[in-house]
């Protein structure tokens, strides 16, 4: 009997295909075109909402390691990305349009899974009778519905937190008369577009910034931002220098105009090869539509800037993993019904293919040939990051994969000595466990 997947985001389509691989039949429920979350403007599956990089891709960083191991697995949103990658330095960054669309079609071409265009209202909507086990991978934006019916399910155990995204401007509207372009710590012409400010044109735009006005929270929501995303103008209210030591920071840049360290600087990553729109890096925000293109003209670069998207903030739900799901990532509350992706608390483009591409191994082993897999060890990437769902905690928060989420190291060393230790620990834990799985 074939499994249900609800969404086609990234934990879905890659837990899809691993089921496929695995000679096990799914079926994608997909709720856009006929309804799009707040965040979501495009009917293909994979859709990237937020920006369009997929971060580091040095292997001696976690989210570059999770890569690795992603690729060794059969990752089809790692095989994408490096099929329809964009110039972004040392990070892998995507052509978003090229990559949904590659991931939509390896989805409508693999033969065991069928994609349905509907949205599914509950846990126990009648279109997922008959299937062995059904897969949640909504997304952190499931439908208010389908939120409720989960809300139920597990007790009131869920949580939730604001994510935003960032604006995303023509390049052709950039003034490169007071920009350049250049990757941090590289020499010659990088692959990011920076927009330099001095000391008195940065306190301005910071000023500004705290005083706008944003887009208020709803009555009955407590408004939590995730560390890792922070609005922009949420880091301004934590002090005047606090987006130069963050996104705004200088360092590794030197403005070639001047022969010198800007005070601070803007920058703007492509959305697509042609380079002709670019993401502005970090600047997620929550500002009113008309402050945003007021304020952010005033960096001296944009000051003509063509906005193609402006940014927005929308609600991110997810449950307390810990409580609320066993290590197969199967709801205690509902046996046969499991989570994949960031509805489970992971954090994350990478992480969250990261997710469902492991529920869709696992599962596709056990349903598949009838053999049960041992999660990676936990000093792997992967095996770091679902431990973190494993690992109970007062206060339960979504997090990036990192090291930090995994044992110490046994001896004390220097901080370069550590930064490779973590990654060869990983890989020689994963040599040892890898030939273990089944062909």
């Known amino acids: 009997m074939p499994i249900a997947i609800i969404g086609g985001g990234l934990a879905g389509c890659e837990c899809a295909l691993a089921l496929a691989r695995a000679g096990v039949a799914s079926t994608i429920f997909e709720c856009k075109p006929a309804h799009f979350s707040p965040a979501h403007v495009s009917p293909g599956l994979a859709e990237l909402v937020c920006s369009n990089s997929l971060r580091s891709d040095e292997p001696v960083t976690a989210v570059g390691l999770l890569k690795v191991e992603m690729a060794a697995l059969g990752s089809a949103v790692i095989a994408v990305a490096r099929e329809t990658a964009v110039p972004a330095g040392k990070a892998l960054a995507v052509d978003r349009e090229n990559f949904s669309a590659a991931m939509t079609a390896r989805i409508e071409n693999e033969p065991l899974v069928t994609l349905v265009r509907r949205e599914i209202m509950s846990l126990s909507d009648p279109a997922l009778a008959g299937f062995e086990a059904v897969v949640v991978a909504a997304g952190p934006l499931a439908t208010d519905r389908l939120a409720t019916s989960l809300h139920e399910a597990i007790g009131g155990e869920s949580l939730y937190f604001y994510d935003a995204i960032a604006p995303i401007v023509t390049t052709e509207s950039v003034d490169m008369e007071q ?6 710590w590289q020499e010659g012409e990088g692959d990011y577009c920076n927009c330099p400010l001095d000391e ?6 910071v000023a500004e910034l705290v005083a706008a006005r944003k887009v208020p929270s709803r009555e009955f929501e407590k408004e939590l931002h995730f560390e890792g995303c922070l609005p922009i103008e949420a880091m301004a209210e934590r002090g005047e220098r606090t987006l130069a030591f963050g996104p705004m ?7 070639p105009k001047t022969g010198r360290r800007p ?10 090869v042609a380079k002709s729109t670019l993401n502005l890096v970090g600047f997620q925000t929550k500002l009113v539509y008309g402050e945003q293109e007021r304020i952010f003209r005033m960096i001296p670069a944009l000051h003509a800037a063509e906005f193609t998207r402006l940014g927005s903030i929308h609600r991110n739900t997810f449950v307390n993993a810990p409580r609320v799901l ?21 954090e994350g483009y990478v992480e969250s293919a990261a997710c469902g591409l492991w529920l869709g191994v696992q599962l596709g082993a056990r349903l598949g040939r009838g053999v049960e897999i041992a999660p990676p060890p936990v000093v792997t990437a992967l095996g770091a990051l679902l431990g973190h769902l494993r690992t109970p905690a007062k206060k339960f928060q979504p997090s990036n994969v990192n090291f930090g989420l995994t044992p110490p190291l046994e001896e004390r060393m220097k901080k370069a000595n550590r930064k490779l230790a973590y990654p060869q620990r990983a890989g020689e834990a994963w040599d040892n466990w890898f030939p273990a799985l089944p062909e």
């Open 179 to 184: 920009a350049f372009w250049q990757s941090r």
């Open 200 to 205: 008195a044109q940065y306190k301005a735009f």
């Open 249 to 255: 920071k200088p360092i590794g840049l030197t403005d």
């Open 263 to 272: 005070y601070a600087v803007v920058q703007l990553r492509p959305e697509n």
């Open 326 to 346: 066993n290590d197969r990532l199967e709801l205690l509350a509902r046996p046969g019904t499991y989570l994949a992706g960031q509805i489970t608390g992971v």
